[in-house]
């Protein structure tokens, strides 16, 4: 998240939508009392502090924002967000939990506690919910259908992080990572900046990896039904 003082604008950062390269981005053009949570080294660094101060973090969402500047100069802030289709959205996220689980290694000790009780280690990035379900997952259509997907916070619905308690929009403008370049170069206008976008914890797949069963399909479509809806996303 950023909330430039200066610029008066609130950046909403939704996991797994190109967040990371838009703070990144725009961190270029921040002042000494603007608030970037996460992304850039700074930002990683003073997190927690922001978190315990202000209460706020790295995804917090436009709501929490609102709460934090009052309704008065939230109403005057810029606010925008980027969305994904929520089917690629689902697969970053499971393409990212499988990159963090083959870049750890568990221990000796740790590998006898799983086999004995199946339980993995309370430490990054085995305590991750995503994580864990992707490890114990055979394939997209499994890590779809795990209970532990859902209860992980980048995959819970996008819709949340822009929207009200009444599911009311509550950000000016919403881009999509399928037209970045295009509506990034709508965001910088609007700010009077001028950054460049570099992509990053980007990840590549074939679109047959996307495939999933019927059953983990409907799934997915149940569960993001409203971000479907509301941000113009084909179901199918």
């Not at 881009?175 to 460049?196: M, N, R, W, Y």
Request: proline share 3%.
């Amino acid at each position: 998240m950023i909330i430039s003082l200066n610029k008066r604008y609130v950046f909403v950062h939704i996991h797994k939508c190109a967040g990371t390269s838009i703070e990144v981005a725009l961190a270029k053009s921040l002042k000494h009392n603007d608030i970037v949570l996460g992304s850039t080294k700074s930002g990683e660094k003073y997190q927690e502090f922001f978190k315990r101060s202000i209460g706020l973090n790295k995804h917090s969402t436009a709501l929490e924002a609102r709460g934090f500047l009052g309704d008065t100069m939230y109403a005057k802030f810029f606010k925008f967000a980027f969305v994904r289709h929520p089917i690629d959205r689902l697969h970053s996220l499971y393409s990212y939990a499988l990159k963090l689980a083959h870049d750890a290694e568990l221990t000796d000790d740790e590998r006898r506690i799983f086999d004995a009780k199946g339980q993995w280690p309370d430490r990054p990035p085995f305590r991750y919910k995503a994580v864990a379900a992707a490890l114990e997952s055979q394939s997209f259509s499994d890590f779809a259908l795990h209970p532990l997907t859902w209860a992980d916070a980048g995959a819970q619905p996008q819709w949340q992080s822009v929207c009200d308690a009444q599911g009311n929009l509550i950000v000016d403008f919403v881009g999509k990572v399928e037209s970045i370049e295009q509506d990034f170069a709508h965001i910088c206008e609007k700010l009077e900046v001028t950054v460049p976008l570099e992509v990053r914890n980007s990840s590549t797949e074939k679109k047959s990896a996307l495939a999933l069963s019927s059953l983990a399909l409907s799934t997915v479509q149940d569960r993001f039904a409203r971000d479907f809806q509301l941000f113009g996303y084909s179901a199918e």
